[in-house]
């Protein structure tokens, strides 16, 4: 892939060391290219508006005005804006929220290493939003889908019902849901 046709990319985290990881992660590509970088919400707007990047990786949580206010101001001058949040601990109604304004990917940074590329190059329209679930989860996911019980995927997957219900709750939360027939109104295409 050429620089020409790479993803454009702005990262925004407050923390040098955070964002330095981030780029450093994504070097690792061709098919993106990290155009910006940006330390707080104010820097982010600014880099968005004269960089026009295809994505703005920001993390939820700057010093100072919220990553998701900075967000919401980026795509306000830049419509189509492809977002992805980066979080470590996001409130239940937090996806809902976020849909509405806008952002495209939440992502767990706990999942940073093996989701971040995957969200950036196959990142949903702005209208959808599209969560990197960790390797349980989504198999969970795909059993509740299925039609398991909650007993049949801790006995398929080795894990208690607790353990089932707790990922189920997480995933309910991540997506923005709160039943099994929401669940696979989203997953299924």
Sequence with gaps: MTPNSAVRIVVVD??????????DLLAFSDQVH???????????????????????????????????RAAVDARQLHPGLRVI????????????????????????KADVVDGL??????????????????EREQAVAE????GLSNAEIGARLGLSLNSVKTYTSRLYRKIGVSNRVQLTRLWRP
């Design 117 to 134: 590329l995957p969200a950036v190059t196959g990142a949903a329209p702005p209208t959808r939003i599209r969560l990197v679930l960790s």
């Design 14 to 23: 407050d923390d040098p060391l955070a964002r330095r990881a981030v780029t």
């Design 85 to 108: 949040l980066l979080t470590s601990d996001a409130p239940a109604d937090f996806a809902d929220r976020a849909r509405a304004l806008g952002v495209s990917v939440i992502l767990d």
């Design 34 to 68: 990290v155009i910006a970088e940006a330390h707080n919400a104010a820097t982010a707007v600014d880099a968005v508006r004269l960089h026009r990047p295809d994505v703005l990786i920001i993390d939820l949580t700057l010093r100072g005005p919220h990553g998701l």
């Design 143 to 146: 059993l509740i889908v299925a």
